[in-house]
């Protein structure tokens, strides 16, 4: 039981961490189609594939930030999820 507990204790880390970077080269990939992609600078809409940019921007953004709030709860209770029951 406490081994696959640090498996998915270990998963669980490596996935946050690696997210956070990815999260943020999406925000910065989104913004500069929503540069080149809209007419104006408030509009969200993109002209090429109809997507709206603003809302996949702030989508990115609650990811990286639950990303970063699995990783700090995570350490926080790290003694509680890796003991022994």
């Given at each position: 039981?406490?081994?696959s507990?640090?498996?998915?204790?270990?998963?669980?880390?490596?996935?946050?961490?690696?997210g956070?970077?990815?999260s943020?080269?999406?925000?910065?990939?989104?913004?500069?189609?929503?540069?080149?992609?809209?007419?104006?600078?408030?509009?969200?809409i993109?002209?090429v594939?109809?997507q709206?940019?603003?809302?996949?921007?702030?989508?990115?953004?609650?990811?990286?930030?639950?990303?970063?709030?699995?990783?700090?709860?995570?350490?926080?209770?790290r003694k509680?999820?890796?003991?022994?029951?």
């Open positions: 039981m406490k081994q507990r640090k498996i998915v204790f270990y998963i669980l880390i490596g996935l946050s961490v690696i956070i970077p990815i943020v080269f999406g925000i910065i990939n989104t913004m500069v189609s929503l540069k080149y992609e809209t007419k104006s600078p408030s509009d969200c993109s002209l594939t109809g709206d940019l603003c809302m996949t921007i702030q989508m990115l953004k609650a990811l990286t930030v639950a990303f970063v709030l699995i990783i700090m709860l995570l350490l926080v209770f509680r999820i890796l003991s022994v029951t």
